[in-house]
């Protein structure tokens, strides 16, 4: 097997998590907050320093939105061990193909902690910004909790490129999806798609519905 790629959190945030996650840890300790609760997570000053630290200084909006919620999953992310599930070709094929996504387990007591679910490298391709050109989809930050999933979808990484997308999702199993111009979900909407077997997200529904079929794995 392949090794891994490096993930956001390696490309990104490794050495920000050796040098100042422990402080936020024993921060958010002291102040006896839920490190999951994003809101209690923000207040805590060692997290406040920090996204002033890193907010470019035209980020407003929406910028800052995404780098609160990369800033706090890539900090699960490292609390809950770095754990990394890599999709293998032949996965990502039966994920794509499958008729359905699984109806979700009972309920669970206790989230099951993050993780980065890693696709194959320039195979999902979705385009998170109306107008703009498609981008290959990395992979994803998911936190799973009763029937409801969070996560984080990465979209143009690249060691070249001095940023990235990123596209914030929680809800539950979306179920009986279809497109509104019947196109089987995920089939390529990029000029040459289907030749070069590439798969295609419509849409936020099917970006979702695409997370919920690797809990089944």
Known sequence: MPAPRPTPFALVFAAIARERFPAL??????????PRDRDSFLLVREV??????????????????TLVALLHFAY???????????????????MLTRPTSRPPDPPTLQPSGVRYVQLPALRVWATPVAGQPAEPLDGWFAL??????????????????PGLTAVELTGSCPGDLQRLDGSPLFSPTLAGGAAAGLASLAGEAE????AWRAEAL
């Open 25 to 34: 840890r024993a921060g958010l300790e002291a102040a006896g907050s839920d």
């Open 48 to 65: 406040a320093e920090l996204l002033r630290e890193l907010r470019p200084e035209t980020g407003v909006g929406v910028a800052v939105e």
């Open 76 to 94: 699960l992310f490292w609390m809950d061990g770095e754990r990394v599930q890599v999709i293998s070709e032949q996965a990502l094929a039966g």
């Open 144 to 161: 799973r909790s009763n029937d409801q999933l969070a996560m984080l979808a990465v979209l143009g990484l690249s060691p070249a490129r």
């Open 207 to 210: 970006l979702l519905e695409l």
